[in-house]
């Protein structure tokens, strides 16, 4: 039961240009997701995060958008850079109260930035 | 300020044979979660463990234990090796952020079973 889905395995954009990645997730328990970064040999690296209590959550080139009544989330990139080509992970939790949560992963979308 | 820790890097080990893995967590965070990530798939849930008490399980079997220390460090160990526990393990701590739990993962340990 993948409650965590990202269809997309790879996405190629120029660099300069918008990523969109998406992610869809099934269980409406969950309450905060989140995006993680992973480079090869690396452990993944927290990107940005949004609670379902906001649909848009920003950090610099990073925007995170939230739509609960579709269940779905989306990652923009703007604007793409090289150094962003890695693997990108969705990422949900519904403890969000609670000492620390578990989270549930999407199988990930290799981004790759060319110059 | 030193990030999520994790020992060894790379280990290999043959079937039916135990392996231990170790995390020290940031500086302050008293949650430790282990994940395995298997090739070509998002990070599996193991463990969570909060102020030394396990908070959590993931759908794993028995050969799979782990404990925190009172220094918020923790070891997973996995008993009767199989050739499917090859994967990367990921150790996790965790802090409140304006009331919400955010992970901070280590560099991971590649684990081999011949």
């Known amino acids: 039961d993948q409650q965590v889905k990202q269809n997309s395995p790879s996405l190629s954009v120029q660099e300069g240009r918008i990523s969109i990645l998406n992610c869809d997730y099934t269980?409406?328990?969950?309450?905060?997701f989140l995006w993680y970064k992973k480079y090869p040999a690396e452990g993944p690296t927290f990107l940005i995060s949004i609670s379902s209590i906001k649909d848009k959550n920003e950090d610099g080139r990073f925007t995170v958008f939230l739509n609960k009544s579709a269940k779905h989330l989306s990652l923009h990139i703007v604007p793409s850079q090289p150094g962003d080509s890695a693997v990108y992970f969705c990422a949900a939790s519904y403890d969000g109260g609670a000492s620390g949560s578990r989270l549930t992963f999407g199988e990930g979308t290799q981004l790759t930035v060319n110059p | 300020d030193a990030g999520v820790t994790q020992s060894p890097t790379h280990l290999i080990k043959t079937r039916g044979q135990q392996v231990t893995l170790r995390c020290s967590p940031i500086?302050?965070?008293?949650?430790v979660s282990w994940y395995q990530q298997v090739l070509g798939q998002g990070p599996q849930f193991i463990f969570q463990?909060?102020?030394?008490?396990?908070?959590g399980r993931g759908n794993f079997p028995d050969r799979f234990s782990a404990r925190q220390f009172p220094n918020y460090s923790s070891e997973l160990n996995v008993n009767a090796l199989l050739l499917g526990d090859s994967a990367l393990y990921l150790c996790?701590?965790?802090?409140?952020?304006?009331?919400?739990?955010?992970?901070?993962f280590g560099p991971g340990t590649r684990l081999t079973v011949t």
């Open positions: 463990y909060y102020e030394k008490e396990e908070r």
């Open positions: 500086s302050g965070h008293k949650s």
């Open positions: 269980n409406s328990m969950f309450d905060y």
């Open positions: 996790a701590s965790s802090i409140s952020h304006r009331g919400w739990w955010e992970q901070y």
